[in-house]
């Protein structure tokens, strides 16, 4: 068996949990919104037309806030074809997935679903095909009282209080030659310190996240955020950056150490926004949002230029296993070991398209494997965040290098009296002892030990067998003179739960 150790103080803290690093996404693509949240012919329909079995699944996600209404789709999107009577919206053409697109969900209706699921709009922009006006006057539409054009037209649609969106994506990927309206850094940057401009004088109140790097492959890394943040730094909160991952042929090692990757994808975006504020002698900090991220097996899609004109195809949905569900739950750890700079983050996407949740039309909806570990550490990792510096065994990848066998941060709720410890054996074969030194944590005494693995790693969900791959209880955990020791089992996303005893 490997051995590993690591020590949880209070005194050693990263920072408290932003709840929005828990977001997720709705774009409309694939079978995201149609057939996915909103269903009106399906047996749980509500008044509106959304699916209350989703929805329920959703709220039990934990997710305080959704990105909306793309991803790609959005940069070719006019937001006005959105709203109004339903009878008369127009039907267009999404050029970004060869889809096409009813507009029968848009702002208003999607502003009001997100609310009875506990979440908040992130509204991103269409800064590919259209810019300024339109994104200014889409923030008026949304959060102005009344009295004015755009404002009262949302009353009359039947909004008499504002939405309040508070969180604004600055367009979408733009640094990518497959979107709507590619720009070069220096086209982009412009743009969107204008367009922040403009809707900064609407709403004074409003966050901002400018565009930064589509993936860490992306040959302009670090020099596109460089140049978007001279333009847009005083003017904008954070800056966006997307990753995603899967397993590529038999390196099951490498996928299993994509947390890794994350971790440096997200300090070379810290570095260059400290860069920018140093060489521009700014006084604040600028933060990252995560606001794409999942496992997602692109090598099995084989481009938008392969599909053919379809209404709420079934695309990119992607059926996740154990393996799938522990690298979620590794990234997840990445996120809070970050949580210092990552205060937004958005599993995309929410339902059918790589998502956690999946449907079937007029039929049942079910939980994925990567829906566990999320809900779990959305529900549990509340607090701040704890630097724990674990020792032990490493182990070579080709992708990565020497990686850390173990995988693990903690999570201190002074609140609840509780201390939860994320970790994961990263190990495909070899259990591993993890010994914990808590005497800086006094008062705890016990605790409960949960971990997703399975005999078969490769196991799945299934609108037939929804529970096939979910988590475990293990042997409670008892804390003895300031110390506990766990057993991960090999390749496994682990949460252990410790409180006093009462």
């Known amino acids: 068996m490997l051995v590993a150790s690591l020590t949880v103080d209070p005194a050693f803290r990263i920072a408290a949990v932003d709840p929005r690093l828990y977001g997720s996404f709705v774009e409309h693509m694939g079978r995201c919104v ?105 923030l008026e539409y949304c959060n102005h009282p009344g009295g004015t054009y755009w404002s009262d037209l949302r009353r009359s649609n039947g909004s008499a209080d504002p939405h309040g969106i508070k969180l604004w994506c600055l367009g979408n990927e733009l640094d990518g030659p497959w979107q709507i309206g590619h720009k070069t850094a220096r086209e982009y940057a412009q743009l969107a310190a204008e367009t922040a401009k403009a809707m900064r004088r609407v709403d004074p109140s409003i966050e901002l996240a400018a565009g930064g790097s589509s993936h860490s492959r992306m040959p302009t890394l670090g020099t596109w955020e460089a140049t978007v943040l001279e333009e847009t730094y005083d003017l904008v909160d954070y800056i966006s950056i997307h ?68 209404q709420a195809p079934r695309l990119i949905e992607d059926t996740y296993s154990i393996v799938d569900a522990v690298v979620v739950g590794s990234l997840l750890i990445s996120l809070l070991r970050h949580a210092d700079r990552v205060k937004i983050a958005c599993l995309a996407q929410l339902v059918n398209v790589i998502a956690p949740i999946r449907t079937e039309p007029g039929g049942p909806a079910w939980r994925q494997s990567i829906y566990h570990p999320f809900a779990l550490t959305s529900r549990y990792a509340r607090g701040t965040v704890l630097r724990v510096e674990p020792t032990g065994p490493t182990h070579e990848t080709s992708w990565l290098g020497e990686v850390p066998t173990l995988d693990a941060t903690a999570v201190i709720d002074e609140e609840a009296g509780a201390v939860v410890l994320f970790a994961v054996n990263r190990h495909q074969h070899q259990p591993l002892s993890v010994d914990v030194d808590l005497r800086a944590c006094r008062g705890l005494a016990v605790g409960e030990h949960v971990a997703m693995y399975d005999e078969d790693p490769d196991a799945t969900n299934s609108a037939a067998r929804p529970d096939r791959a979910v988590p475990r209880r293990l042997a409670d955990v008892k804390v003895t003179d300031g110390y506990a020791s766990v057993v991960l089992p090999p390749l496994s996303w682990n949460m252990i739960r410790l409180r006093a005893d009462r």
Not at 122 to 137: I, K, P, S, Y
Request: hydrophobic share 40%; net charge negative; charged share 25%.
């Open 34 to 138: 149609y057939t996915g949240i909103y269903e009106p012919d399906h047996p749980t329909a509500d008044a509106a037309g959304f699916r209350r079995d989703v929805a329920d699944l959703v709220r039990g996600l934990g997710v305080p806030v959704l990105r909306y209404p793309g991803g790609n789709f959005v940069s070719g999107y006019d937001w006005e074809d959105g709203i109004g009577p339903r009878d008369q919206r127009p039907t267009r053409l999404d050029l970004a997935w060869r889809s096409i697109e009813t507009n029968q969900v848009g702002i208003d209706e999607f502003a009001a679903w997100s609310r009875g699921v506990g979440s908040a709009p992130m509204m991103a922009l269409n800064l590919g095909t259209r810019g300024v006006d339109a994104a200014r006057a889409l």
């Open 243 to 310: 990753t995603y991952y899967e397993q590529r042929g038999a390196d099951r090692d490498s996928f299993l150490a994509s947390g890794v990757n994350l971790d440096r994808f997200i300090e070379a975006a810290v570095a260059t926004c400290d860069h920018a504020r140093a060489v521009g002698r700014h006084r604040k900090r600028i933060h990252v949002s995560v606001d794409e991220w999942n496992v997602w097996y692109q090598s099995k899609f084989a481009g938008e230029g392969s599909l053919d004109w379809e």
